[in-house]
């Protein structure tokens, strides 16, 4: 009773906010949390070093291939109720993957969260864009949603690494039950809904875009592992490619597509969708390696591991409030590109790393400069993906926003555990380890200077309000 008096006195629109960062805060960390728990997984369920990878890839890629489609259920069926089953889905998932007795067990949990985040994630953008209109109050709320799908990945190392060396890595995946509970219960008061619409799944653009997505992932994936060169790497990249580009002959000729492709007419929006996808995948390959760094080579305990990164999620989050005020000064194209520079510089800094390198000022204060150059891209990078957006679209464009953010972290890791393996990172010796990590690394950087060259050279524009928007009315 207290809790919903107290409650009563915010303001909906600030219960809202607050409920939307929650949940994707939990969905975004929960791709990071196990990294720093590995070893004890591996200890306590026998897993495989192969056999290992897919803790963390079961669940994102059922994340990543299935977006879509709960974003389009969102749009036809209520963005409120499709939230609700979404995170009912992922908490029932969580407490029976903590259970978990064995390695099928695990994964085919991790898998079932990566559904029901798919299902969650895309309507929590979509809610925020109706509630908050164009303007001030938008660009508050899209830089805090942003700073939460940055700072989620450092934050799931942290707390990944807290609960493992205090209680177990069981309670990385139990911690969702509770807060899933509290969003649930709550959100039928206080989330706004959309009624259902009229109009049918595009089944045959969904099962064309999940199986191509997935088998592409899943490509890189298993070329980390068997090189490019494995007939099962060449199928899975050829397939996915045949199937994405079906694809997109579906989506053309679909009444009611599942992603409608006039989203893509605008240069910003869709620089917006490649330029995140390029930044996230050389941040999460970054948090990777950098994790393998200090526990392989200089001994930290996983709680240790998961406290480095604490200097860039405190810097993420202190500059909340100040990236939409340098925004509107300084204007949107000029601090996206100077964030992504930022970030890039310190990756490659980091990347300089060898087995003596002390934490400050080699490591730490370049991941402080990380933080600050990505609390202004992705701050940047989400307005521009939903700028223009009418209703009808905001969940297709808010599940392309979660699309690309997952799909980066999966592909980045992937291709760079490729680069790292051929660096000699499997040969034994601290020093050939480190070695093979700073390449990496700067694979990592390249990513993140990349995404700066789509930002330029592709979304470049004196605002992006004056990119056309798409129609609210048309059916999505």
């Known amino acids: 009773m207290p809790l919903r008096l107290s409650l009563l006195r915010i303001a909906p629109s600030t219960v809202v906010l607050g409920l939307i960062l929650t949940v994707q805060l939990m969905i975004v960390l929960d791709a990071s949390i196990v990294i720093t728990a590995l070893p004890a997984v591996e200890h306590d369920l026998g897993f495989s070093p192969t056999g290992l990878s897919w803790v963390q890839n079961a669940y994102v890629l059922t994340f990543g291939g299935l977006l879509l489609l709960g974003a389009r259920a969102g749009d036809l069926l209520g963005r409120r109720r499709v939230f609700m089953a979404g995170l009912g889905l992922f908490t029932a998932a969580s407490l029976v993957g903590g259970l978990a007795q064995s390695e099928a067990w695990l994964l085919t949990a991790r898998a079932v969260q990566g559904v029901g985040a798919a299902i969650a994630a895309p309507s929590t953008l979509a809610l925020l864009t109706t509630t908050f209109a164009e303007g001030d109050a938008r660009t508050r709320a899209v830089a805090l949603y942003a700073s939460a799908s940055a700072a989620g990945g450092s934050i799931g ?46 089944l045959a653009g969904a099962a064309a875009s999940v199986t191509g997505m997935t088998a592409i992932v899943y490509g890189f994936i298993r070329a980390a592992t068997d090189g490019w060169g494995d007939g099962g790497t060449v199928i899975a990249f050829a397939g996915g490619v045949l199937l994405l580009a079906a694809f997109l002959l579906i989506e053309r000729r679909a009444e009611q597509p599942i992603t409608p492709l006039r989203l893509f007419a605008s240069r910003t929006r869709a620089g917006a969708y490649v330029a995140r996808m390029l930044a996230v995948a050389g941040m999460f390959s970054l948090f990777f390696f950098l994790t393998q760094y200090l ?35 300084l204007g949107e194209m000029p601090l996206m590109a100077g964030g992504l520079l930022l970030a890039a510089g310190g990756a490659a800094w980091i990347s300089q790393i060898d087995p003596g390198t002390a934490f400050f000022p080699g490591i730490g204060v370049p991941l402080l400069i990380m933080g600050a150059g990505m609390a202004a891209a992705f701050t940047t990078l989400t307005t521009a993906a939903i700028a223009g957006v009418g209703d009808g679209d905001a969940g297709a464009a808010s599940g392309l926003v979660n699309v690309t953010h997952q799909l980066g972290g999966a592909i980045g890791v992937a291709v760079l555990v490729t680069v790292f393996a051929g660096a000699g990172g499997d040969d034994g010796s601290a020093a050939q380890f480190a070695h093979a990590l700073g390449t990496a690394l700067t694979g990592s950087a390249i990513c993140l200077g990349l995404s700066l060259l789509v930002a330029v050279g592709v979304m470049w524009r004196p605002a992006f309000g004056r990119e056309p928007a798409t129609s609210a009315t048309r059916p999505a």
Request: charged share 15%.
């Open 157 to 202: 190392l942290l707390l990944g690494g807290i609960l493992t060396d205090l209680i177990s890595w069981r309670y990385g995946l139990f911690i969702n039950v509770p807060i899933g509970l509290t969003v649930i219960a709550l959100a039928p008061r206080f989330l706004p809904d959309t009624e259902p619409r009229h109009g049918h799944f595009d």
């Open 295 to 329: 526990q392989g080579v200089r001994g930290y305990s996983p709680l240790e591991a998961g406290v480095a990164f604490l200097p860039m999620t405190l810097v993420l989050f202190a500059l909340v409030r100040v990236v939409p005020r340098l925004a509107a000064r």
